[in-house]
């Protein structure tokens, strides 16, 4: 039934599915299945949560295994949280080879100095500082959020794993209402001022669609956080061509066919991007913004690559 009503694939997202949806530990989430109706809390600003100057260390416990107490504990911490500029996340953003440009005008990310951390449900919590990434609806509604925590003694570029992530077991943890939904980017104004409602680019990892967008930026990008995810995400309104960017794995495979799939069953054109190593921000930290530049140039639609492809 989960497989079937997800369009998921793999038995381990279907698994991984059960759990939230069973309230059991498992993955990077501790999120219920989506079963509740969405409390208001929308981005850019939360009618019952703000940034304050200076922010409350969450308690580290993710929520109980019920979807809408779930949903309002990810907003609550995003409320927390500060602006993202001028922070050790932007910093880290920046290690990741992330331009100033691609995060501005960004509303979805936020930094918190002191979010907690549990090894395990029974650990003491540890404050490290951590990137926070409101997951939305279509409607803009904060329906979770991601944590990735971050080492306070920087980015060290021999550490090709952790790459500037907490040293820490899980350095990434999600919760909320997430299947369907997604971190989004992006303005909806092309660069010739017209609004850019038709398009859309879809992967999963933050960096590597902020990497796309530091070429792409005025097309509307969202990160679905996982592969399974990116199967099932939801497809807006009048969606006239839809790029998916693939990582270069077999879970990625498996959602760009879905995906594809579900694309062309709605009448859209879906388009593939894949990068040259394991995903476009391995692309654009190796191999340079120029080369990541051509590698698009060639698989974007052409009146795309001529009209949004920022020049070198």
Request: charge should be negative; charged fraction near 25%; aromatic fraction near 4%.
């Amino acid at each position: 039934m989960i497989r079937e009503n997800c369009g998921l694939t793999d038995f381990r997202d279907v698994a991984e599915e059960a759990r939230r949806f069973l309230g059991l530990a498992g993955g990077d989430h501790a999120a219920a299945r989506e079963r509740c109706c969405h409390p208001l809390g929308q981005l850019p600003s939360l009618p019952d949560a703000r940034a304050v100057s200076e922010p409350q260390a969450d308690d580290g416990r993710d929520p109980a295994p019920d979807a809408a107490q779930a949903q309002r504990a990810g907003r609550r911490l995003f409320g927390m949280a500060q602006p993202l500029p001028g922070t050790l996340g932007e910093t880290y953003l920046h290690r990741r080879g992330i331009s100033t440009a691609a995060l501005t005008g960004i509303d979805a990310l936020r930094f918190h100095p002191r979010c907690f951390h549990r090894a395990t449900p029974e650990a003491q919590p540890e404050p490290w500082p951590a990137l926070i990434a409101a997951v939305t609806d279509l409607d803009g509604t904060i329906t979770g959020i991601q944590r990735t925590w971050l080492d306070p003694d920087g980015f060290d570029p021999l550490d090709r794993i952790r790459l500037g992530k907490a040293p820490v077991a899980t350095p990434r943890r999600a919760m909320g209402l997430l299947l369907g939904h997604a971190v989004r980017f992006g303005i909806t104004a092309g660069l010739d001022g017209e609004p850019v409602n038709d398009l859309l680019v879809a992967g999963e990892g933050i960096e590597t669609m902020l990497s796309l967008r530091c070429l792409l930026p005025a097309i509307p990008m969202a990160a679905a956080l996982s592969a399974g995810h990116l199967a099932a995400l939801l497809l807006p309104a009048g969606l006239r061509r839809f790029y998916i960017a693939r990582d270069a794995d077999a879970a990625g495979d498996r959602a760009v066919a879905r995906l594809t799939e579900r694309a062309g069953a709605a009448g859209i054109q879906a388009i593939t991007l894949s990068p040259y190593l394991g995903d476009f921000n391995d692309d654009l930290r190796e191999l340079g913004a120029s080369e990541l530049r051509a590698n698009l140039r060639v698989q974007l639609a052409p009146e795309d690559a001529q009209r949004f492809l920022v020049s070198g």
